[in-house]
Structures are given as structure tokens and as C-alpha cells.
């Protein structure tokens, strides 16, 4: 029996085809544009398989609660064509199976709990550092989710004293995305960091700030491993300077595990959210 997957980023959406192994039989991508024209992209591939259920994994921030009138629905992005768009109400129109739905870092979450760097594990995190900051949790092995979907990036965090920079998020200037996303670096030295030298300070700077965050993630949640993905931590040198920050500022509070096997990258690379989404949907077949 075969399921539907999405993973719909700010920028792209991929779409796959799963079985009931939780295994990727088939996926397209293409760029994401204006609601309408991005759908029609998904039905053309969706339409031609006999579908059991489809898992949804979106970019945010996204309504989560099944008691609200909004539910299913892109909020407040930064994608204006999609903001207050019925997403999950659209995909319903079109194809009547049961979805699964919730945030893109929550689908990575489940994909690296079940098949990649934490498989085995009940208790993890997954946090991806690019453009922006995401955060998704499994607790107990299930996704944690209240009234609405965590938004660990916009942890405030404490400004470094060398760190002159205010932040580029502009509800809260200083929070974890604000500081140490992928922008923040073009916001102090106006260049890519591609361009940047490893050895640069700014890179200590952005390590201090994750390692404040996941000092907090670790105190609050106990995960048993924690994920970093995105593409600030493909940075040189990026990882082993947060665990150092980390290591730091937890000053040994609590016990965590060796962190080699604490902070680690992604095991599925850039297939854990569509993972995650066919994982999703076979769970609400």
C-alpha cells in the first residue's frame, strides 16, 4: 500500500512516494511559488498513484491545533502568498485520505528518530541552522506539540561580549535566529559565509549562541541526542566549536552523554524530512 509525502520548504517542495517500510519509491521536487501553482505541481505527481494517506511536513510558522478554525493553515510567513492559506484544507479537497500534518523540523525530527541518527532513540532533537532556525523534539517517542508547534529559534539568547551585532529578527532582534542563522553573518561582515574565513571570530560568536540554546533544549527537555542539521553546521570546524561552547557553558550541571554521540550531524542528510512526512502519513493510515 503506498503513501504521499510532502516536505514543503520556503524554497522548494519535495514530493515522494513511500511503502509501507517507510522506504522512498519515488520523489520530484520543483521550487515553491504562489499556492496555486506549487499545488498544481503536487496533484500532477500525487494523481497518478493510488494513495492510502499523505504525511505533510510545512515550513511555518503553521496551525497545529485541531480545535482551531485555522487548522491547517500557513500563518504568519514571510512567504505572503501563503500566508493564511488553508494548505492542509486544499490537499483535503483534493484527495479524501487521512493526512498527517505538521511542521518541516518536526518530520525531520521523526525521520532521524526512526531511521537515521537517533533510530532507537525516544527521546531526541532535530535542529536545523540555515536561513533560519527550526527546531522539532520527539518526547517519549512521540512529536511534542501543544497549541501550537514549538519555535525553539527564537530562544533569546545572552549577546556575547565581543559581539557588537543586534540581531536580524525583527520581533526579537537577539533570539537564536536572529544571531547565529545563516543572515546574521551578512548582517555583520555584509558577505557570504561561504566567503568566510573558518578561523574567523564571527564563527566563535554564532557557536556561543547555539551552545546557550542547546544548554537550554538539554536542561528543559533531557533529550538523548540532539541533531544539527542545516548549513551554518556545515561550516568548518562549526560542530566542534559548539560542543566545545556547550560543553562550557553547561558546566557539568547535568549528565549528558559523551558528546560525540550527543551533537551529532544529520544521518539521513537532506533526506529526513520527506523520511519523516512518509513516516508521518503511515501513522495516520
Known amino acids: 500500500m503506498l503513501v504521499g509525502a510532502i516536505e514543503a520548504g520556503g524554497t522548494k517542495f519535495v514530493c ?3 511503502n509501507e517500510s517507510n522506504e522512498i519509491i519515488e520523489r520530484v521536487s ?3 511559488t504562489t499556492p496555486e501553482e506549487t499545488l498544481a505541481h503536487v496533484f500532477e505527481f500525487f494523481d497518478q498513484y493510488k494513495l492510502a494517506s499523505i504525511g505533510i511536513g510545512s515550513f511555518g510558522p503553521i496551525d497545529i491545533n485541531e480545535k482551531s478554525e485555522t487548522y491547517g493553515y500557513v500563518l504568519s510567513t514571510p512567504k505572503l502568498a501563503w ?3 488553508d494548505f492542509l484544507g486544499a490537499m483535503k479537497e483534493r484527495y479524501d485520505i487521512p493526512m498527517g500534518w505538521t511542521t518541516d523540523v518536526n518530520a525531520a525530527a521523526l525521520g532521524e528518530s526512526e531511521k537515521g541518527a537517533a533510530a532507537g532513540l525516544d527521546n531526541v532533537m532535530y535542529i536545523t541552522i540555515g536561513t533560519g532556525v527550526g527546531a522539532g523534539a ?3 517517542g512521540q512529536l511534542l506539540e501543544g497549541i501550537g508547534h514549538p519555535e525553539m529559534g527564537h530562544l533569546l539568547v545572552k549577546p556575547h561580549q565581543d559581539d557588537h551585532y ?3 529578527c525583527p520581533y526579537h532582534g537577539n533570539c537564536l535566529e536572529g ?3 545563516g543572515p546574521s553573518i551578512n548582517g555583520r561582515l555584509d558577505m557570504a559565509g561561504k566567503d568566510v574565513d573558518p578561523d574567523h571570530q564571527v564563527w566563535d560568536f554564532m557557536a556561543n549562541y547555539i551552545g546557550q540554546a542547546l544548554v537550554a533544549y538539554t536542561v528543559i527537555l533531557r533529550p538523548e541526542r540532539i541533531i544539527l542539521g542545516g548549513g551554518v553546521m556545515h561550516a568548518p570546524k562549526m560542530l566542534d566549536k559548539v560542543k566545545e561552547a ?6 557539568n550541571y547535568v549528565d549528558v552523554p559523551e558528546l560525540d554521540s550527543y551533537l551529532v550531524k544529520p ?4 533526506n529526513a524530512g520527506i523520511t519523516g512526512a512518509i513516516l508521518l502519513a503511515n501513522q495516520v493510515k
Do not use: S
Open 30 to 32: 520543483f521550487p515553491t
Open 16 to 18: 515522494a512516494i513511500g
Open 179 to 181: 544571531m547565529a542563522a
Open 83 to 85: 500566508k493564511d492559506f
Open 267 to 270: 544521518g539521513l542528510g537532506d
Open 166 to 168: 543586534d540581531g536580524f
Open 138 to 140: 520527539i518526547v517519549n
Open 246 to 251: 556547550f560543553d562550557a557553558l553547561l558546566g
